[in-house]
């Protein structure tokens, strides 16, 4: 069993960043496929970014790639994403998730394990 929970969520101008943090509880971390997902109102969750720790991938959204970055701390349990130039359709609800076994995806349906989200709101 994987436990997680964000934090770092608020409300930003547009322009500027955030940085979101996922604090995982449960063993073997770093084997876990991490990931971030987001929701707006009246749409569907969608894939931002995930990272495979070994070997070592990534994935970004296309809406996403330049301005946000992921990166873990596997001597903390911790996955971030920090995100800058922040724009008004990046409001959402940004998702942790985590994903047992060596395959990265992108598909909601296949993460096991989700956060509570938080909420990252940006105003233009």
């Known amino acids: 069993q994987v436990q997680l929970v964000e934090s770092g969520g608020g409300l930003v101008q547009a322009g500027g960043s955030l940085r979101l943090s996922c604090a995982a509880s449960?063993?073997?971390?770093?084997?876990?496929?991490m990931a971030w997902f987001r929701q707006a109102p009246g749409k569907e969750r969608e894939f931002v970014t995930a990272h495979r720790w070994s070997p070592a991938i990534l994935r970004y959204a296309d809406a996403v790639k330049g301005r946000f970055t992921i990166f873990r701390d596997n001597a903390k349990n911790t996955v971030y994403l920090q995100m800058h130039s922040l724009k008004p359709e990046d409001t959402a609800i940004y998702y942790c998730?985590?994903?047992?076994?060596?395959?990265?995806?992108?598909?909601?349906?296949?993460?096991?394990?989700w956060g509570q989200g938080t909420q990252v709101t940006v105003s233009s």
């Open positions: 449960g063993k073997a971390f770093g084997s876990y496929t």
């Open positions: 998730a985590a994903r047992a076994g060596a395959v990265l995806s992108t598909d909601v349906r296949d993460y096991d394990y």
